[in-house]
């Protein structure tokens, strides 16, 4: 089959070569990019007077055509096409008759491709925004129901100090609002055009690039075509973004792993989420957290794929560069699929109050209180820490904890104690005591909450 760039070959490839270097399995995804790109590339070239009125509008009713079978599925592709931008040239050849070759005039398929993915990035890094604030309004309503719940929290994995839940979560909450702020950032690289950067050098024809840069929606367009053609700046960024982001959600989703363990208890997952042992019957395995933790992996191997190929270079356009795609399909499908769960997850677990509190009143993360009880009665904090932690000494050889101990003990240690220490030692007391900004309060918690309803609503903090 002859190629339409085979002018000047006298051989064609075997077709196990074809179909090796063809693209069009996975950048088939960009079809209704390309279309939209090509919409825009006629309406410019009918305004420059390059095509004709009537030209332009054979074209653009036959790239509807296209645009609608796309949409019901009603198009096919071969490899003998190479790619997506050849593929729905012939068809359109194919639909309106030797016309549709005029519509190439003035560009590339190198620019074309970087214009189609700067269009599927614009498309879904906004969706992902949206999926983002979903998790987002998700924490909050779960927060809002657990301002007063409180839990043990930890550091190095061990019990440290009583937090409210809701304070918990809304860390994940201020997580997501940097991944957002950094994907709306990233949206003033992705609305660039390169369209009509031509192959690296622009065109002799008198094309606007800014026409047709505004008919898609774009706000700038590339300044040097060298760069417009060669630039995978923006992919990076969305990759780098979106690692960043799947960190998060992995993070969360190791906690949400070990708080439905029985060695926790803490939160029960609903069914939706979960799935069973085919040899276990007594099973319910956190999967969907566990999927979205290895996912994370993937994720960092598509960027870390896109660096690797981009890091030998030179200018302008190189076949390397068909390696761009499918590592950004997978990370948007991944990212995607990853917010929707967490967010239905988050939304239908079911918080096991009784059993956080319980596990407060078990341990000794109430022995800072106790050691900054004595700090507010003039003991330097040292000494305090000191004392405090001989008392929880002689309790862990007892077997009981600093609130079994009788007064009389903790006057021993100190004549600082006196009796209201009992109610120090509280759990509940604890947490509601931390007053200072940002602090797990209650009430720090409530005007935190409001402030990040304030966000969502606006969109940015």
């Known amino acids: 089959m002859k190629k339409l760039w085979g002018g000047r070959f006298q051989k064609t490839p075997e077709k196990w070569v074809d179909e090796f270097g063809a693209s069009i399995s996975f950048d088939q995804n960009l079809v ?27 074209i653009r009713e036959g790239l509807n055509t296209l645009l609608q079978k796309a949409d019901e599925g009603a198009l096919e592709f071969s490899v003998d096409y190479e790619d997506i931008h050849l593929n729905i040239e ?46 987002q309004s998700a924490l909050i309503e779960k927060a809002e129901a657990n301002v007063e719940t409180i839990l043990p929290g930890y550091t190095h994995l061990q019990r440290a100090q009583p937090i409210s839940f809701a304070h918990h979560l809304l860390a ?5 609002e940097r991944d957002k702020e950094r994907f709306q950032d990233s949206m003033k690289r992705i609305n660039k055009s390169p369209l009509g950067c031509g192959a690296l050098a622009g065109t002799t024809f008198p094309i606007d690039r800014d026409y047709s840069a505004e008919l898609l929606g774009f706000d700038s367009i590339y300044e040097n075509s060298l760069d417009g053609v060669s630039d995978r700046d923006f992919i990076l960024e969305f990759l780098s973004n979106s690692s960043m982001l799947m960190m998060h959600l992995s993070r969360f989703s190791e906690e949400i792993i070990l708080w439905c363990s029985q060695e926790f208890k803490f939160i029960e997952l609903d069914d939706t989420y979960a799935t069973g042992s085919s040899m276990m019957p007594q099973k319910k395995n956190p999967d969907m957290a566990e999927l979205i933790r290895g996912k994370t992996g993937r994720v960092y191997g598509d960027m870390m794929g896109l660096f690797t190929i981009m890091k030998g270079l030179p200018l302008a356009y190189n076949k390397d560069l068909q390696e761009d795609k499918e590592g950004m399909f997978d990370t948007v499908k991944t990212v995607e699929g990853s ?8 939304q239908t677990m079911t918080v096991n109050k009784d059993v956080m509190k319980q596990a407060t009143k078990q341990d000794f993360s109430n022995a800072t209180e106790l050691a900054d009880y004595l700090a507010k009665k003039g003991m330097p904090f040292r000494e305090a820490h000191e ?21 009389g003990e903790f ?18 007391y604890a947490v509601e005591k931390r007053m200072s900004a940002g602090g797990t309060g209650f009430k720090q918690v409530e005007q935190a909450l409001e402030k990040a309803k304030a966000c969502v609503a606006a969109g940015v903090c």
């Open 387 to 407: 004392v405090v932690g001989k008392l929880v000494y002689t309790c862990i050889e007892r077997g009981i904890y600093l609130s079994d101990m009788p007064f």
């Open 411 to 428: 006057q021993q240690a100190s004549t600082l104690f006196e009796e209201d220490i009992y109610t120090v030692l509280d759990p509940y």
């Open 172 to 176: 994940y909450f201020w997580m997501l």
């Open 32 to 58: 209704a990019e390309d279309i939209t790109g090509s919409l825009a590339h006629a309406a410019m070239l009918k305004k420059c007077g390059i095509l004709t009125a009537e030209e332009e509008l054979k």
């Open 90 to 135: 012939k068809m359109l050849i194919d639909e309106i008759g030797p016309l549709g070759g005029k519509l190439h005039t003035g560009r590339s398929r190198n620019d074309q491709v970087a214009t189609d993915m700067h269009l599927y990035l614009k498309n879904h890094v906004g969706h992902i925004i949206e999926l983002i604030e979903a998790f």
């Open 339 to 346: 917010l929707q769960i967490f967010t239905g997850m988050i």
